[in-house]
């Protein structure tokens, strides 16, 4: 079985019980409901991965935030219909304690934009871990939710 790495930067956004998420489009956690964030490109700091990615996929800017976590989850993921693949996904999470301008719930998949489809508040007593990303659920009960 081929592997696959995945190695990237996101935010933890969450206020008042709610957390900002983003419906992914494509990859692994296809469907599926995502920290905003990505993968860290050749040469970039994870912070400027984490400024870059939520502005292309939440469309704010952030003004301030705090390493929160690193971590990481594995699991098999069938990327084609006899190609299964297993998959560490590697974070680095940041909490976003403050940032500027609007959430965009629409984003236009692009060549700067490939995998979100916008971001939403979601209430974290009504997420089921069926709808979230594993690193979603690592990062939550890290902060001391428990997901049903």
Known sequence: ???????????????????????????????KLDLPGGTIEFGEKPAQTLKRELEEETGIEILNYELFDANSVTFKWAYKENILL???HIGIFYKVLDYKNKIK?????????????????????KLNKNELSLIVILELEKLGYNIN
Do not use: C, T
Not at 14 to 19: F, L, Q, R
Not at 21 to 26: D, S, T
């Open 105 to 125: 719930k629409e984003v236009n998949i692009n060549n700067i934009n490939d995998d979100s489809l916008g971001a939403n508040w979601y209430h974290i007593s």
């Open 86 to 88: 297993k998959v560490h």
């Open 1 to 31: 079985m081929k592997e696959f790495k995945q190695l990237g930067a996101y935010g933890l956004i969450v206020k008042d019980d709610k957390i900002l998420l983003i419906r992914k489009f494509g990859g692994p956690y296809d469907g």
